[in-house]
C-alpha cells in the first residue's frame, strides 16, 4: 500500500474504495448542483434581459424629456457658483437655487450607481434563495458536511501517518 502523507492521497484511497451508495449519492449531488447551476444561469439571464428592456425604455422617456439640469451645465464646480455670486455675476437667491440643484445632481447621480432595480428585480433576486426543495437543500447540507467531516479525519490520519514515519527514521 502506498504511504499516505497527504489528505489528498488519503481522500483519494477512501474514494478508491467507497461502496455503490457512496458513489450514488456522490452522483446524485453533482446532479443537484447541475441543476441549481443551470436554473441559476438562467434567472440570472431573465433578470438581465429584463433591466435592459426597462433601462431601454427609460433611455428612450430620457430622451425625449428636457435636461433638468442644464442651468448648472456651464458651472463645473459648487465653488465655481459661489465665485459667480462673489463677482456679481448671480443673485444670492439665485447661487443658492443653483448649489440646490447641484446637490440634486449629485445625489441622483449616487442612487444610480448600482444597477437597475425594481420590485420585480427584488422578486426574482429573492427567488433564486427558493430553488431547492427542502429535501434537496437536507441532502446537500448533509453531503457537504460528510465531506467536511472527512476533510478532517483524512487530514488527522496522514499527520499521524507522517508522524509514524519520522519515529522509524529515527530508530
Known amino acids: 500500500m502506498a504511504e499516505l502523507y497527504t489528505p489528498e492521497d488519503v481522500l483519494a484511497h477512501w474514494k478508491a474504495g467507497r461502496s455503490q ?4 449519492e456522490e452522483a446524485e449531488v ?4 447541475r441543476d441549481l447551476d443551470t436554473a441559476t444561469k438562467f434567472l440570472n439571464d431573465a433578470i438581465d434581459r429584463y433591466r435592459k428592456k426597462k433601462l431601454r425604455a427609460k433611455s428612450k ?6 435636461d433638468p439640469f442644464a ?11 459661489q465665485d459667480a455670486y462673489g463677482w456679481g455675476f448671480i443673485t444670492e437667491s439665485r447661487m443658492d437655487y443653483l448649489l440646490n440643484l447641484w446637490d440634486i445632481r449629485a445625489d441622483q447621480a449616487q442612487k ?3 444597477p437597475y432595480t425594481d420590485g420585480v428585480t ?27 467531516e472527512m476533510r478532517a ?7 499521524e501517518n507522517i508522524d509514524r514515519a519520522r519515529a522509524r527514521t529515527r530508530i
Not at 61 to 66: D, S
Open 30 to 33: 453533482e446532479q443537484i448542483e
Open 61 to 66: 422617456a430620457a430622451a425625449t424629456t428636457k
Open 122 to 148: 427584488e422578486m426574482l433576486e429573492r427567488a433564486k434563495g427558493h430553488f431547492l426543495s427542502a429535501e434537496q437543500d437536507e441532502k446537500l447540507m448533509a453531503y457537504y458536511k460528510k465531506c467536511r
Open 71 to 81: 442651468e448648472i451645465a456651464e458651472y463645473g464646480s459648487r465653488t465655481e457658483i
Open 153 to 159: 479525519a483524512a487530514e488527522q490520519i496522514a499527520k
Open 112 to 114: 444610480q450607481a448600482g
Open 21 to 24: 451508495k457512496a458513489m450514488d
